[in-house]
């Protein structure tokens, strides 16, 4: 099983940026596709789920901002990041769950800053 990461990099707030998840390995369109974030010193928290059958989850400080989507024909999820904030930095993760082992990926870094 591969989970890659990419579309990670340095944007000023205010700024966008999408990250996508590509997956091997599973059958993709049978697994929850989540996005998750871990800032220095911080634990690991959730950004967004989407799951097999389409319905999103999406942590408080990011609704209305982050939009996760997936497209199974392509093995693959994006999370969308508008308005990006300073507290939005971390290292974003790929998550794959059908309710047994969970698969993660490799993480792709965000920085928001001036």
């Known amino acids: 099983v591969q989970l890659v990461e990419s579309g990670g990099g340095l944007v000023q707030p205010g700024g966008s940026l999408r990250l996508s998840c590509a997956a091997s390995g599973i059958t993709f369109s049978s697994y929850a596709m989540g996005w998750y974030r871990q800032a220095p010193g911080k634990l690991r928290e959730v950004v967004a789920i989407?799951?097999?059958?389409?319905?999103?989850k999406y942590a408080d400080s990011v609704k209305g901002r982050f939009t996760v989507s997936r497209d199974n024909a392509k093995n693959t999820v994006y999370l969308q990041m508008n308005s990006l904030k300073p507290e939005d930095t971390a290292v974003y993760y790929c998550n794959a769950d059908a309710g047994s082992q969970p698969f993660w990926g490799q993480g792709t870094q965000v920085i928001v800053s001036s």
């Open positions: 989407i799951f097999s059958g389409g319905s999103t």
